[in-house]
């Protein structure tokens, strides 16, 4: 069950992020998995604007997204590694997208070992897989590219 987040949320989404980004540090990459979570306030930003949802009631995943250049771009989508790989993250950007009508971007790592088998998947379905991707590179060696054909 996709949602839009509430208030009484908010704690438990940076707990959710922690815990996700703890498989960064299984392959070798420290610094994803030791940034810091989005924090509680920065976090109702996004919940006090419609732009941050959850899957589950209490959630194990979430997305928040920010409105760039017309559309929407995913700025964090985080599944508790105990539900992993389940479509949970898919469920949450299709459901984003449907919401926003327009196209929906996002970042992700250029190279395919280097992320989940779900930003692989919902690349090969967004019709843009990792060898094709293009794009500015974030500071993690990421490519912003389209989630969406909306």
Request: negative net charge; charged residues 25%.
């Amino acid at each position: 069950m996709v949602r839009p987040a509430r208030e009484d949320d908010l704690a438990r989404l940076a707990d959710i992020e922690v815990a996700a980004g703890r498989a960064f540090a299984d392959i070798g990459m420290t610094a994803i998995a030791e940034d810091a979570p989005f924090t509680v306030d920065e976090l109702r930003t996004y919940q006090r604007d419609g732009r941050a949802w959850v899957a589950g009631d209490p959630p194990y995943a979430y997305l928040i997204a920010d409105w760039v250049d017309g559309d929407l771009h995913i700025e964090q989508v985080s599944v508790h590694p105990d539900r992993a790989g389940q479509g949970i993250g898919r469920r949450l950007i299709e459901h984003v997208a449907a919401w926003a009508g327009t196209p929906v971007t996002l970042t992700t790592f250029a190279d395919e070992r280097m992320s989940s088998a779900g930003a692989v998947g919902l690349s090969r379905w967004s019709g843009y897989p990792y060898p094709r991707l293009g794009g500015q590179r974030d500071r993690w060696g990421g490519v912003r590219c389209l989630a969406s054909r909306a």
